[in-house]
């Protein structure tokens, strides 16, 4: 069964502090992997997209790892600030279809203190 | 900011009205879908289509229906909306050059937040 697992659920961080989210997935055959981030009330926004090929990505302070051997994806965020405080989502895609389908994890939810 | 709207974005109803939730795209992208996402969970697809006069039901079986006469319209009715129709709902379409980074990116609008008293 094609499952995305993310962890931790939630995680409290004070501002100007590192974290890292974790997502594992069982989706077969892999095509590509993306983080959202999604704040409270509004649509996911896209913050990386990696396909099997690469091993890291970054977009600013967003750094996402990506083991395809062991179907494992990191999100490392650096010096977080307030605005952070939102969703992030790990999103698998499969290329067993033409319409590109989505796997979804719950979410951690991130929250950043001042 | 993706150009990608939905209306309205916060929706309070009685039991049993008629709704219809807008989704409109500017993006010229062919597929468009249909989330339901409740609080603390995962979002899940209850329509979808590759095109116009194209639908399909997703995975998660909803009793709302859609239509698609316009590329860039995807509208979702409920015909009679009932207390287990409360969520979330977003709308997404995906586009671009097949084979290419964007090819099947899925970009979100920000949502309707359905309660039915």
């Known amino acids: 069964k094609n499952q995305v697992e993310q962890s931790p659920q939630s995680l409290i961080i004070l501002e100007g502090k590192n974290c890292t989210l974790q997502c594992n997935y069982t989706v077969s055959p892999f095509s590509n992997l993306r983080w959202y981030k999604q704040d409270t009330g509004r649509g996911p926004v896209s913050l990386t997209i990696?396909?099997?090929?690469?091993n890291t990505k970054s977009n600013g302070r967003y750094t996402a790892t990506l083991d395809a051997d062991t179907k494992q994806s990191s999100l490392h965020i650096t010096a977080s600030q307030l605005s952070d405080s939102a969703s992030y989502i790990c999103?698998?895609?499969?290329?067993?279809?033409?319409?590109?389908?989505?796997?979804f994890g719950r979410g951690t939810q991130l929250t950043v203190w001042p | 900011e993706a150009d990608i709207y939905q209306t309205p974005r916060y929706l309070v109803i009685g039991t049993g009205k008629k709704i219809t939730l807008e989704c409109s795209q500017t993006m010229g992208h062919d597929k468009m879908y249909w989330y339901q996402q409740d609080p603390g969970m995962e979002l899940h697809l209850i329509h979808y289509s590759y095109g116009v006069n194209s639908t399909e039901k997703g995975d998660l079986s909803s009793e709302s229906t859609v239509s698609r006469i316009r590329t860039e319209h995807f509208p979702l009715t409920l015909e009679s909306a009932r207390p287990s129709h409360t969520s979330q709902y977003l709308c997404?379409?995906?586009?671009?050059?097949?084979?290419?980074?964007?090819?099947?990116?899925?970009?979100f609008g920000p949502g309707t937040r359905l309660t039915v008293l």
């Open positions: 990696m396909t099997f090929s690469e």
């Open positions: 999103v698998v895609s499969d290329r067993g279809s033409t319409l590109g389908r989505l796997y």
């Open positions: 997404a379409s995906s586009g671009g050059l097949a084979g290419g980074p964007a090819y099947n990116e899925q970009f």
